[in-house]
């Protein structure tokens, strides 16, 4: 039985994570600060004793102590220590403000890190973002984790702010294998979505939750043009549970995760509106969104090369999933 410390276990990638880990067996300590999700998003294995969740946030020095003491205790019944870093501050309201993602995003991530090494953990998997690939992020086959990255600058864009921030935590991750102190990688999601979204700010739950509440959409002027590779959480977390499966590919490297069924936002829309029963959903258009990519297309060749993970949930399935939940 492994044991695995997931920061963010309540948010959209922590918390599926959490219930695939207590399925299969292993142990989890969880904590979060409920930003952007609810204990609800664990309530199946709330109780469960391989599951154990405390209400901690990762910017608190006391609580962390409290964290590693506890790792420390149970770590001597687990056959390997696994350390995931899914807590972010996410959502393009944040991006334009660095102030409201560093400490976490960075600093956080920065120090978790520090606690794994010190606790010996064998590894630890850094959740990291497609964002990176700022405005080159599309060619033919994809953008791949050894391209040169192009990102608009300070003068451009405060957007890239967000990008710079994960991108810095891809550098303490490979420090850290490089200097010998542990094993471990980070993987650049796309565009995650899941039934559990606790607010409508990220563009699935909104379409559905308008179209639900005002049978119509508003988006930006930039939908007008912008396609988007969606991931369902479930795709996201067993990508995790791949790579930390997999000793050889530990390696401080980086890995993307996407799917390859690119769509418009506009074709996103009348999507949802089919799986709702909604033909042809009105949709109206305000305000610009600086800096935003027209595509974002992600190669998988190397995960899949390295790994047996695949995406099993299509944009549609994911989306019935979507609708269903919100209709219990």
């Known amino acids: 039985m492994k044991l695995y410390v997931i920061s963010g276990v309540t948010g959209m990638t922590g918390s599926e994570l959490a219930k695939m880990l207590v399925e299969r067996g292993d142990r989890v300590i969880g904590f979060d600060n409920f930003f952007a999700s609810s204990i609800r998003t664990v309530e199946e294995i709330h109780g469960n004793p391989l599951f154990q969740f405390f209400e901690y946030d990762l910017n608190s020095p006391e609580q962390m102590s409290a964290i590693?003491?506890?790792?420390?205790?149970e770590k001597q019944s687990?056959?390997?220590?696994?350390?995931?870093?899914?807590?972010?501050?996410?959502?393009?309201?944040?991006?334009?403000?660095?102030?409201?993602?560093?400490?976490?995003?960075?600093?956080?991530?920065?120090?978790?890190?520090?606690?794994?090494?010190?606790?010996?953990a064998d590894s630890y998997i850094n959740c990291s973002t497609s964002e990176?690939?700022?405005?080159?992020s599309w060619k033919e086959g994809g953008g791949r984790e050894d391209d040169f990255?192009?990102?608009?600058?300070?003068?451009?864009?405060?957007?890239?702010?967000?990008?710079?921030?994960?991108?810095?935590?891809?550098?303490f991750m490979k420090d850290?294998?490089?200097?010998?102190?542990?094993?471990?990688?980070s993987i650049r999601f796309a565009n995650v979505y899941s039934k559990s979204e606790l607010y409508p700010k990220h563009i699935i739950p909104h379409i559905i939750t308008s179209l639900a509440e005002n049978g119509t959409v508003e988006l930006l002027e930039n939908s007008k043009k912008n396609r988007r590779t969606f991931l369902h959480n479930i795709d996201s977390c067993s990508a995790v549970l791949a790579l930390a499966d997999t000793d050889s590919a530990l390696d401080g490297s980086v890995y993307n995760v996407a799917t390859d069924e690119e769509i418009s936002i506009i074709d996103l829309v009348r999507l949802c509106g089919e799986c709702m029963g909604i033909a042809n959903p009105a949709i109206s258009f305000s305000g610009f969104r600086e800096s935003d990519p027209e595509r974002r297309v992600l190669s998988t060749e190397k995960i899949r090369s390295r790994t047996n993970w695949r995406p099993v949930i299509s944009l549609r399935k994911g989306i019935e999933m979507c609708v269903s939940e919100m209709r219990r």
Request: proline content about 0%.
């Open 132 to 136: 990176v690939y700022s405005m080159q």
């Open 78 to 120: 687990a056959e390997a220590v696994v350390y995931v870093n899914c807590a972010a501050v996410v959502h393009t309201e944040h991006f334009y403000h660095i102030d409201r993602t560093f400490e976490t995003n960075v600093l956080g991530m920065k120090s978790f890190l520090e606690q794994a090494i010190a606790v010996k």
């Open 68 to 73: 590693r003491e506890f790792v420390e205790k």
């Open 176 to 185: 850290a294998v490089m200097r010998g102190q542990i094993k471990g990688c």
């Open 149 to 171: 990255i192009t990102m608009a600058n300070a003068e451009h864009s405060q957007r890239t702010s967000y990008a710079t921030g994960k991108l810095l935590t891809e550098f």
